[in-house]
């Protein structure tokens, strides 16, 4: 079974600081990997996904993410937080070959300070 | 390309009584999905169809639950004898086929049982 750890339910930056999200997860293969964000009373949008190309993936807004095997971790970081940033950011896995059915971590919510 | 689309957004009921919610994919896509997202929670899987034939069903999905897309196209999640511990945003989704197909979802469907 496919399970995500997201280190961190809260996580406070200052504006132009770098945001780093932490996200690890477990398969027995190595998964598709994707991280979504949520803003208040919305649907969650697609920042970026991995889908064993480049381990290096860069997504929308400034995101990217590194998927690191060794480490079973796909961390989010943003070299420059932006007030518009703050919103709660979700790590997922899809197994290979299982209809990606996405299996979510907790969320970590993340303020941005003026 | 209008996005995924639920209706209603919101729905207060009391306990007991019977909702159905309502998924309007993005067109032509195959697969449509059902989550399940409690506050401070992340999304749980419920459901997934490929056309019109639903391939899995979560343990979540009590006997209290059904879903269906009857043509392949629209999809609607009923629940019976609503339970306070049903009150929950359901969240629909669609994907053009599986793999890495990015997943989109919609902006849920808030259900709040009195």
């Known amino acids: 079974a496919q399970s995500v750890t997201q280190l961190g339910s809260h996580v406070s930056v200052s504006e132009g600081a770098l945001v780093l999200l932490r996200c690890n997860y477990s398969?027995?293969?190595?998964?598709?990997l994707f991280w979504y964000v949520q803003y208040p009373n919305q649907g969650l949008q697609l920042l970026l996904k991995?889908?064993?190309?480049?381990?290096l993936v860069k997504g929308i807004n400034g995101f990217e993410a590194e998927f690191k095997k060794s480490e079973t971790s796909f961390h989010l970081t943003k070299p420059s937080a932006h007030m518009s940033d703050a919103a709660e950011y979700f790590c997922?896995?899809?197994?290979?070959?299982?209809?990606?059915?996405?299996?979510f971590g907790g969320g970590t919510r993340v303020l941005v300070k003026p | 390309d209008t996005g995924v689309s639920q209706n209603p957004r919101h729905k207060i009921t009391k306990r007991g009584q019977n909702v159905t919610f309502r998924c309007d994919p993005i067109?032509?896509?195959?697969?449509l999905y059902w989550y399940r997202q409690t506050l401070g929670q992340g999304p749980e899987f419920l459901t997934y169809?490929?056309?019109?034939?639903?391939?899995?069903k979560s343990r979540l999905l009590s006997d209290r639950f059904s879903a269906e897309r009857p043509k392949g196209s629209f999809s609607t999640l009923e629940i019976q004898r609503t339970e306070q511990g049903d009150s929950a945003m359901y969240l629909c989704?669609?994907?053009?086929?599986?793999?890495?197909?990015?997943?989109?979802f919609g902006e849920g469907s808030w259900l709040t049982v009195v």
């Open positions: 989704a669609s994907s053009p086929s599986g793999g890495a197909d990015t997943i989109y």
């Open positions: 398969s027995s293969v190595p998964p598709y």
């Open positions: 991995y889908t064993s190309a480049a381990t």
């Open positions: 997922a896995v899809s197994p290979l070959g299982a209809g990606n059915k996405l299996t």
């Open positions: 067109s032509e896509h195959n697969r």
């Open positions: 169809f490929q056309n019109e034939a639903q391939l899995e």
